[in-house]
């Protein structure tokens, strides 16, 4: 069973070592191996069960490190990491030759991101490499928020869980690339996109689709609970499946039934974010047979929440 503390030197040790260590975000867990060694990396897939074609970002410590892994950086790029860095925002340069083909599944782009968490900060800091993380769980589940969640489903098979609490976005980075055009935003997640557009000004999203090579894992089916889900208008939803089990995932109102979680009641979208996969996998773990949910309204990190909805009600 992993160990889970706060002991950033044990933390290091293991992942000079080529071993994994789960890690705190400002957005949620991520399972970190050492990027810039393959085996290690290796170890991340197989961990996840995940399909070697779905790409790992890297995290640094800072700005600095990016040249050291990139070419061709865009000069819009480093403006959006002046205005968010450490923050929710992962940033697709061209990589270098350095930077294993295993973490970017043979893509010519490599996903970098400067996470926003006081201990995971120090660990980089004390590092010489970057650290490849995709989020701490099985793959196509939903993402830990809690130290706890990585070890309910990753415990047994990975030494150290680096408990940094809970984590205070909740929902994951946003991830932009850039071509000539300008930027565009390949995954809705943590950093609004009227913050980004304030910075780079209009942007393009490319995020619906689920057979953009460019963006390999953006499955539909990501981020489902075990439980099937359907999300839609929660009073209509609870009226059709009036004689099913069912638990609910609202978003500002009491539903007055017994299983249900409300996201926000005072209708804030970041306390939302927080609270989302918190609460999906809390339903998941209720004796209900069916999970009903409500979009939340589309603005703000409402566009990221409704994105994972969309996804976890494709899941099977
Ligand atoms: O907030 C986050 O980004 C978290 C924390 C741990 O940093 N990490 C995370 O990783 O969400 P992951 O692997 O669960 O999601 C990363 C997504 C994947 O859907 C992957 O396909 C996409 O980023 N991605 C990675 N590299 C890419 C690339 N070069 N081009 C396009 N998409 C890429
Ligand atoms: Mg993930």
């Known amino acids: 069973m992993a160990e889970t503390g706060k002991d950033i030197n044990k933390a290091k040790e293991l992942l000079v070592k080529g071993e994994l260590v789960a890690i705190p975000t400002e957005t ?3 399972l970190a191996a050492n990027a810039l060694n393959a085996d290690a990396v290796l170890k991340i897939f197989q961990v996840k069960n995940r399909p ?7 995290h640094v410590s800072s700005w600095n490190k990016v040249a050291l892994y990139a070419r061709d950086i865009p000069s819009v790029a480093h403006d959006l990491a002046e205005a968010f860095w450490p923050g929710p925002l992962t940033l697709l340069f061209e990589k270098k030759n350095i930077i294993p083909d295993l973490v970017t599944s043979g893509l010519p782009t490599v996903g970098i991101r400067c996470p926003d968490h006081p201990l995971t900060h120090s660990l980089l800091e004390s590092l010489d490499f ?4 995709p989020s701490a769980n099985p793959f196509g589940y939903i993402s830990p928020t809690t130290p706890q969640h990585v070890a309910d489903q990753l415990g047994d098979r990975i030494p150290y869980i680096l408990d940094g609490g809970p984590c205070q976005v909740g929902i994951e980075s946003t991830i932009v690339g850039f071509d000539n055009a300008g930027g565009i935003v390949f995954r809705t997640g943590g950093l ?3 913050d ?6 209009k942007v393009r999203l490319q995020i619906t689709s689920s057979s953009n ?12 609970p075990k439980k099937k889900l359907i999300a839609g208008e929660l009073d209509e939803l609870l009226r059709a499946y009036e ?7 609202s978003f500002q109102k009491d539903h007055n039934v017994p299983f249900q979680f409300i996201l926000s009641p005072s209708g804030d979208p970041d306390e939302a974010a927080r609270n989302f996969f918190s609460a999906l ?6 004796p209900v047979d069916l999970i009903l949910a409500e979009y939340v309204p589309d603005r703000g990190l409402g566009k990221a929440i409704n994105d994972r909805l969309r996804r976890a009600a494709a899941g099977e």
């Open 243 to 249: 004689t099913a089990k069912v638990g609910i995932l």
């Open 130 to 133: 970057p650290l490849a993380a």
């Open 52 to 58: 070697r074609f779905d790409p790992l970002i890297i």
């Open 192 to 194: 609004k996109i009227e």
């Open 281 to 286: 996998r809390s339903l998941d773990a209720l």
């Open 28 to 30: 949620v867990y991520g």
């Open 196 to 201: 980004i557009e304030k910075v780079i000004g």
């Open 213 to 224: 090579p460019k963006t390999p894992g953006q499955l539909r089916s990501h981020y489902a």
